[in-house]
C-alpha cells in the first residue's frame, strides 16, 4: 500500500510496542494541521493509514490537511470506519438483505461467502420491548416474556446471522440501550489491532445505524448514524462517501446553575444550533465549561445531535475521558494506549490547549441554562419551565383549530372503581426512558430524590397516569437500589419496565382501555412527558397528541401533577396528609444532594459486573435454537422474515440512467416531515393495508406487533409506508393518515393502494416535500418503502443527511429546489403530470450530479410549469450507487469482479 507520508512508526506505552501514522509527519512535511480541529484531526489519520492511491490518494491527505475552514464542502473522501454498531429495528433488516445478497451471489455464480463483514459489527437488541405491563413489581419480567413470545422469530435469525457471518457479536435482549451499551463497555476509544511486527493502534472511529450513534462522541469517539443500506456498504468494506465538512466550535463557559441539568442543556443547545444552521456539518465542543462537565452530561449532549442537525457533536478526549474509562471498568492496559496515542497525536486537551480554528463559532455561558422542556411535536421547540403552562395552552388552541376539537372538552373515565374527570392537557404517560438520559447518573439520582421527598410529603402520582422506567444499562437500577431510591420510585408506580428504548421509540404500548375510551370520546389532546429525545407527533403514541421532552426529575413532577397546563413554580403539585400545599420547589433536590448520592452509590464494580457477560444473555435467549448453514433457509409462511426483492432480475451491469417522464405526485407534503411521517415504527392499525395483509396471512392484531419488529418483511413495510396517523398529504386536505388521490381519476384512496394502481399502470411516481424532508431516525426503510411503491424522484426544499443519502442508496433521486421556490409558490398541488429532464447527460458520464435538472410540471388543461431542480447527489461514489439502483447492487457487482 503506498504512504507518500512515511510509513508507521513506533510508540511505547509502558512495556508494550504499537505502530502508529504519526500526525506530525504532515506538520513536518509543511502542512498546518496542529490547530486542525479535533474531529479532522481523526479523519485525516484515517486517510494517512488508507492512503492506497486508489480509493484514498495523496491529494485526499494533502486537501484536508491544508483543510479551509470557510470553504464550502466540496472535496470528496472515503471514510473508513473502524466498526459498525446496529440495533435490531434496523439490524434485522440489514442481516436480511446480507442474507439476500449471499443468495444473489451464489445465483449469480459467485462464491456467498465472500458476503461477510470486513470490520468488527455490534448488535444490541434494544428495540423490541414494549410497556405491556407497568406499575406493578413483576412488569419487567411479563414484559421480557412477552417480548420473546413476540420475537422469537427474528431472535433466531439473528442467533443464525451471529452464527453465520464473521465478526458479528450480539448483545442479547433485556441488556440496555445500544447507545449506552457502546458508552459503558463497547467504545475502544483507541483501537490495536494484530499487525506484524507489532500491533497497529488507532482511533476508534464507526458508523451505526441509528441516528444517536453520536452519543458516543461524548467519549472522543467520532462516529454518526446512517442508513442500514450504508451500514451494510461499511460492513462489507466499503468506505463511507463524504465532502470534507464545516466545523463549528461551540464554546462553553462556567458552570451550570442550581436547578438546571444536563437535560436543560442539551434542549437548549438543540434550539441554539437549530437556529443557528449545522446541517451537514461537524460541531466541536471546547471552551473552560468543559471542566465542570462530566461524561455522562457530555453524552447526553452528543446524543441530541440529530435533533440540532448536525452530523456529529464531538468533545475531545481529556482527563475526564481517562477518568470515566477507569470508573467503567476498561482494562487498565487500554486507559494507558488511549492516553499514550491522544497525546503522542495532538488529541488530549488540556486546559491549556490552544483552541482549534474554526468554520464558524458560538458561545453558552452554563450559568444561564434555566429548567426546560421541549415540545408539543419538536425537540428544538424549547420551553421555559416557567412558561410551559401559557405555551402549552397556546399550542393546543393551534391543535384544536387543526383537529375542529372543542376547547371545554371533557371525557369521564372509571379507574379502579373510582370516576375521574380528563380534560385537554391529561398527562397520560410519565416515562423515565432514552439512552440520552438514563445514562446520566445525576439526573437519574435526582428522579429517585425527588420521588423520595414527594412520598415523605405524602403526594402519589395521578391515576390516569401511564409510568414506567426503562434505563440503558443494568448499572442504573444498580446504583439506583444502592441509593436506597428504588422503593420511593416503585410507590410512585416508575416500576422497571425493561432495559431498552422503549416509550422513546414509541414502545409505550397501548394506554388502559378506559383512559383510551374517554380520550377518544372527549376528542381531547392528551400529553406525554418523557425524558427522550425525540417527540414527532405521532410517535410515541397514537392516543396521545402533545409530546413533552423533559430530564428525569421533571417527568415524576409531571406524573404528580398530572396535566400539562399547570404552573409548576406557581401552582402545588399536590397536598400532604394535612392539606398543606406541596410546591415542586419544595421536593425538588439541591445539586449538593445529588452529588453526594452520585458519589457514594455509582461504584466502578457495577459497571464490571454487568458486564461480565454482556454477550451470554438470559435463559430465554440461550435456549433459542442457532440454524445452521452459509445461507439462510427462508420460511415462505413467514410474517417477520421475507426474502427481499431488490436483487431480482438485476443484470451484472447496469443500464445507463434515463429520465423520468409521465410521473404522478403520490404526496405533496409540507416542512419537516420527519422519517416516522414515511416509515413508522410504532403500532400496526388493524384498518391499515398492513393491519389487513397481516390478518389475510393468518396473524391476529394482538399478534401484530410493531413496525419497527416487521422491517425483515418488505410485504408489511411497502404497505405501511406513509401509514403515520398524523400524516397530512395536501393533495387529500383536511384528512390526517397515509392517504391520497390516484389520477387522473380522482379516486381518493391510501397511499399503498394508489401507488400498486400505478405501478400496474407504468406510471413512475414522485413526491414533493418543504424544507427538513427526512429529519428524524436514521431509518432507512423511509427509503426502502417509497422505492418499493415506486417512487423515482423525491423534490424537496432541503433534506436531512442521512435520509437524503438513503434515498440515494436506494436509487431514489433526491432533488431540491431552487433557494426561495417550492411547491406552493410554483403554484404546484400534486395534480400535474411530472417530468424530468436531463438526468441522462448528468448521471451517465462517469461524473458526481451537482447539476440541475429541468421539471415540467403539465396540468390537466395543457398548461406546463417548468423549473430547474438541484440533483442532490453530492459524490462521485454517490453517482455511482445510484448508476447501479442503489449501494447494496453497487457492492454485489463489485464483489462478483473479485
Known sequence: MPNHFGGPSLLRVGDREYDIYRLDALEDAGFPVARLPYSLKILLECLLRTEDGRVVTADDVAALARWDPHAEPSREIAFTPGRVLLQDFTGVPAVVDLAAMRDAMDRM???????NPLQPVELVIDHSVQVDSFGTPDAFHLNAEIEFARNRERYVFLRWGQKAFDGFRVVPPDTGIVHQVNLEYLARVIFARDADPRPLAYPDTLVGTDSHTTMINGLGVLGWGVGGIEAEAAMLGQPVSMLVPQVVGFELTGRLPEGATATDLVLTVTQVLRRK????????????????????????????????????????????????LEFTGRPEAQVRLVEAYAKEQGLFHAPDTPAAIYSDTLELDLGRVEPSLAGPRRPQDRVRLRESKPEFETALREMLQVSGGAPGASAECVLDGETHELRHGAVVIASITSCTNTSNPSVMIAAGLLAKK????????????KTSLAPGSKVVTDYLKDAGLMPYLEQLRFHLVGYGCMTCIGNSGPLPLPIHNAIEQGGLVAVSVLSGNRNF??????????????????????????????????????????????????????QHEVQEAVLHSVRADMFRKEYADVFEGAEMWRALPVPEGDRFAWDPGSTYVKHPPYFEGMPAEPGPVPDITGARALALLGDSVTTDHISPAGSIKVDSPAGKHLVEHGVPPEEFNSYGSRRGNHEVMVRGTFANIRLRNAMVPGIEGGFTVHLPDGERTTIYDAAMKYQEEGVPLVVLAGKEYGSGSSRDWAAKGPRLLGVRAVIAESYERIHRSNLVGMGVLPLQFREGENAASLGLTGQERYD??????????????????????????????????RVRIDTLREAQYYRHGGILQYVLRQLLKG
Do not use: H
Open 277 to 324: 444552521g449545522v446541517v451537514g456539518k461537524f460541531v466541536e465542543f471546547y471552551g473552560d465549561g468543559l471542566a465542570s462537565l462530566p461524561l455522562a452530561d457530555r453524552a447526553t449532549l452528543a446524543n441530541m445531535a440529530p435533533e440540532y442537525g448536525a452530523t456529529c457533536g464531538i468533545f475531545p478526549v481529556d482527563a475526564e475521558t481517562l477518568r470515566y
Open 109 to 115: 455464480g459467485g462464491d456467498p461467502r465472500r458476503i
Open 454 to 465: 414527594a412520598v415523605e410529603r405524602g403526594l402519589s402520582v395521578k391515576p390516569w397516569v
Open 836 to 869: 424530468i429532464e436531463g438526468l441522462s447527460s448528468l448521471l451517465n458520464d462517469g461524473s458526481a450530479g451537482g447539476g440541475e435538472a429541468t421539471v415540467r410540471a403539465t396540468r390537466a388543461d395543457g398548461s406546463v410549469t417548468g423549473f430547474q431542480a
Open 537 to 590: 407527533e405521532g410517535r410515541i403514541q397514537p392516543d396521545v397528541r402533545a409530546n413533552y421532552l423533559a430530564s428525569p426529575p421533571l417527568v415524576v413532577a409531571y406524573a404528580l401533577a398530572g396535566r400539562m397546563d399547570t404552573d409548576l413554580y406557581n401552582e402545588p403539585l399536590g397536598a400532604d396528609p394535612r392539606g398543606r400545599p406541596v410546591f415542586l420547589r419544595d421536593i425538588w433536590p439541591s
